[in-house]
């Protein structure tokens, strides 16, 4: 079955420019548009797309708090949210991830790499390069703990090799580079980082590599 994305942003030609890229592709369809984040909480729930392009900058909503509103508590469907900046730095893609965004683009990305990020996205894994993950958190560490905190109790609920693992993701490393690392197989790790989600709570990896900085098991600028 073909990926349902849902367009949003406040520019129609930069739509139509994603439109045609994604259409090409067989395994991908664009299911509708909006032009704000008060229009893709409608489309979200009339058409339940498999993932959601969204622009940061948008009137009326912005693309943070469709986010929040599209992947919390009470949401109306599967969809995952892909968030669209126009520079890597830029303070609002903390919150997006924050909010539930499973990861972020460059909006002068090549074509591949759209499409590419639409599909990693809707099989479930966190598209965030682990270069723009360090950067980010990096970026923010005046806003996040110093290590030096009490360490959350729902962190005690992880085994040692789970919390081994949460650093790992913290890191921006893929299952594969984290098996190697660990020198177990990758399907240990899916296990591992599936058990991270479910004890912690979370969506998935980019929230589990927030959560590891905000609780104060990884410092940032750390190694």
Do not use: C
Not at 10 to 35: C, N, S
Not at 37 to 44: C, F, H, I, R, T
Not at 102 to 125: C, H, M, T, W, Y
């Amino acid at each position: 079955m073909a990926i349902r994305v849902l367009l949003v942003d406040d520019q129609p030609l930069l739509r139509t420019g994603f439109r045609m890229i994604l259409e090409a592709e067989q395994d991908i369809a664009v299911v509708g548009e909006a032009g704000d984040g008060l229009q893709a909480l409608d489309q979200v729930r009339a058409l339940q797309p498999d993932v959601v392009l969204m622009d940061i900058r948008m009137p009326r909503m912005d693309g943070v708090e469709a986010t929040r509103q599209i992947t919390g508590p009470g949401r109306d469907g599967p969809a995952k949210v892909l968030v669209l900046t126009t520079f890597d730095l830029d303070e609002y893609v903390v919150e997006a991830l924050k909010a539930g965004a499973s990861g972020f683009l460059l909006k002068d990305a090549p074509a591949n790499e759209l499409v590419q990020a639409i599909r990693v996205v809707a099989g479930g894994e966190a598209m965030l390069a682990p270069s723009i993950t360090r950067r980010l958190l990096d970026k923010y560490a005046t806003h996040l703990p110093s290590g030096d905190e009490p360490v959350p109790d729902t962190l005690h609920t992880l085994t040692d090799r789970e919390v081994e693992v949460l650093k790992l993701v913290a890191r921006g490393l893929s299952n594969a580079e984290i098996a190697a690392d660990l020198f177990v197989s990758e399907t240990t790790v899916k296990t591992h980082v599936g058990h991270v989600l479910t004890k912690l709570g979370l969506r998935d990896r980019v929230q589990a590599a927030v959560y590891a900085y905000e609780s104060g098991l990884v410092r940032p600028g750390a190694q």
